[in-house]
T-cell receptor
Framework: TQLLEQSPQFLSIQEGENLTVYCNSS?????LQWYRQEPGEGPVLLVT?????EVKKLKRLTFQFGDARKDSSLHITAAQPGDTGLYLC???????????FGTGTRLLVSP | ETGVTQTPRHLVMGMTNKKSLKCEQH?????MYWYKQSAKKPLELMFV???????ENNSVPSRFSPECPNSSHLFLHLHTLQPEDSALYLC???????????????????FGPGTRLTVL
């Protein structure tokens, strides 16, 4: 069974602070996705990383896929209250539809 | 309506009730999914339907019965549930591709807002 552990589980910070969320596995994935889920909504895809070592930026969010394709990180610069939500990583194996979701990181950014 | 819609948004039911969750996707996709999201576990895949055919049942108890009458609609019929079945049930859809008889491509899954189910 493939597992994805995210850390930290909970993070409460002030507006303007920086933070990093980690997603780790002992399994190799062909690609990895990050989703954000807001209260009362389903997860929404933020990014897909497909190459080991790849770095993608989405405004203040920076995503990195580990060289060995077993881990990933999400870094948020100057967090804003609108970044509040549940962040989920999900691993994908080539040719398979099944997403393996991580345990989730709940982020609260206070004004 | 756009995207993926789910009804009802909230449902409270007794252990002896029978109810159904409905999902509709307006994206022209050919694959649909049911997921369970509970407080203490990662998002769990329950069922996968490709081209209206069930291709995955992730060891889900028989008290959950899915139905996919066409590629746009997906139902989850519930009966004699247990309190531990209380969770957020999410529907998703995606577009998949095939090569011969084999599914080989993966694309983004789009999620609905979910049905918050409480079993008393």
């Amino acid at each position: 069974t493939q597992l994805l552990e995210q850390s930290p589980q909970f993070l409460s910070i002030q507006e303007g602070e920086n933070l990093t969320v980690y997603c780790n596995s002992s399994s190799v994935f062909s690609s990895l996705q990050w989703y954000r889920q807001e209260p009362g909504e389903g997860p929404v895809l933020l990014v897909t990383v497909v190459t080991g070592g790849e770095v993608k930026k989405l405004k203040r969010l920076t995503f990195q896929f580990g060289d060995a394709r077993k881990d990933s990180s999400l870094h948020i610069t100057a967090a804003q209250p609108g970044d509040t939500g549940l962040y989920l990583c999900a691993g994908i194996n080539t040719g398979f539809q099944k997403l393996v979701f991580g345990t989730g990181t709940r982020l609260l950014v206070s004004p | 309506e756009t995207g993926v819609t789910q009804t009802p948004r909230h449902l409270v039911m007794g252990m002896t009730n029978k109810k159904s969750l409905k999902c509709e996707q307006h994206l022209g996709h050919n694959a649909m999914y049911w997921y369970k999201q509970s407080a203490k576990k990662p998002l769990e895949l329950m069922f996968v339907y490709n081209f209206k055919e069930q291709t995955e049942n992730n060891s889900v108890p028989s008290r959950f019965s899915p139905e996919c009458p066409n590629s746009s609609h997906l139902f989850l019929h519930l009966h004699t549930l247990q309190p531990e079945d209380s969770a957020l049930y999410l529907c998703a859809s995606s577009q998949v591709a095939t090569s011969g008889n084999r599914l080989w491509s993966y694309n983004e899954q789009f999620f609905g807002p979910g049905t918050r189910l409480t079993v008393l």
